[in-house]
């Protein structure tokens, strides 16, 4: 038998055959039923219309990867004003050739929230690395005590066994 026909016996028929749910399979009403839902599900599923929101990241993700054309008004502007595609800006050509990138900022929060956002939690990190370590010096020094009154005690009843 050579390794490209499949045993009979052989795990890969067998996970072949776990996919295979004809309705013929079905006695029961309730399962035909289910496994109908799930079809229709898997079709809407399908054919589902994009949300606005991807609409519009599409658009701006296609729009933003498109060079300006040369039909463009403020591209006939640079050009009159001795631009030249693929040359730098400026008056000595030694400007940046790619056009800034624009930062979409999805979100209601004004300009210098997130930054704000990120001071806060720094703060609050560096409060809570600051908890610790004093109850980490609380506890030394609280179980330094308990040892301390343990040998007290012990010294104690010592010293009364003796009398």
Known sequence: MSDSEDDYM?????????????????????????????????????????????????????????????????????????????????KSKSGIKEPIDIVYKQGTSGMGRESHLKEVVAQKQQQRIKNMRHHEVQYRLANKERKNLAQIRRDFFQSTKSL
């Open 10 to 90: 052989s795990f890969k028929v067998l996970v072949d055959c776990q996919d295979d749910v004809r309705p013929s399979l079905l006695f029961n009403k309730r399962e035909k039923r289910q496994l109908e839902m799930y079809k229709k599900k898997q079709e809407s599923v399908s054919k589902r219309q994009k949300s606005l929101g991807e609409i519009e990241r599409e658009n701006r993700d296609r729009g933003l990867n498109t060079a300006i054309s040369s039909e463009n008004k403020g591209f006939k502007l640079l050009e009159k004003m001795g631009f030249k595609p693929g040359e730098s800006i400026g």
